[in-house]
T-cell receptor, first 112, second 113 residues
């Protein structure tokens, strides 16, 4: 079963604009990760934030985590047409095994 | 270094048949996980293997089985295929089962007719 929901399900913006995607989850976690998927192929790891962290940056990506609300957001600044893809959040439980539980994804379309 | 590789890329089967999917992890990675991604949804965890032993299993029927070989490559087997098994099957490798970052392969697209 899916861990939670991502919001919005689909997002269409113009190149240069910022894109914000939200993710909610249900159980306690060790970490939360964001992945990108192009055209239904393999997943590319973007960024990982641990449960004791509140914010993390990587290039044009900014991730926040609120464990009290069991939610996370991914911000992509100054978007490019190449950012067009599906974005998934995935949580890893606070047990030894890091089997990921994925959300339902946000489809991002960046118009040139 | 080569990434995670999966074969075949695409596969078409009919209901009731059996299928075997293959995965080679990144060199040095000893843990392999399998995920099923139905169109329009996020991946769902099927199995995790480490050192040839099953370390975890998701909520999938016994028609699904897997194994890991001494070279850490892995096979996913699905028996008695159903139409609902049509999906992208993703393999991910990591150093150990508790390693945070998993690296995904390109997937195998299975279509069951």
């Amino acid at each position: 079963s899916q861990q939670g929901e991502e919001d919005p399900q689909a997002l269409s913006i113009q190149e240069g604009e910022n894109a914000t995607m939200n993710c909610s989850y249900k159980t306690s976690i060790n970490n939360l990760q964001w992945y990108r998927q192009n055209s239904g192929r393999g997943l590319v790891h973007l960024i990982l934030i641990r449960s004791n962290e509140r914010e993390k940056h990587s290039g044009r990506l900014r991730v926040t985590l609120d464990t009290s609300k069991k939610s996370s957001s991914l911000l992509i600044t100054a978007s490019r047409a190449a950012d067009t893809a599906s974005y998934f959040c995935a949580t890893a439980p606070d047990t030894g095994r890091r089997a990921l539980t994925f959300g339902s994804g946000t489809r991002l379309q960046v118009q040139p | 270094d080569a990434g995670v590789t999966q074969s075949p890329t695409h596969l078409i089967k009919t209901r009731g048949q059996h299928v075997t999917l293959r995965c080679s992890p990144i060199s040095g990675h000893k843990s392999v996980s399998w995920y099923q991604q139905v169109l329009g949804q996020g991946p769902q965890f099927i199995f995790q293997y480490y050192e040839k032993e099953e370390r975890g299993r998701g909520n999938f029927p016994d028609r699904f089985s897997a194994r890991q070989f001494p070279n850490y490559s892995s096979e996913l087997n699905v028996n008695a295929l159903l139409l609902g098994d049509s999906a992208l099957y993703l393999c991910a490798s990591s150093l150990t089962p508790s390693t945070d970052t998993q690296y995904f392969g390109p997937g195998t697209r299975l279509t069951v007719l």
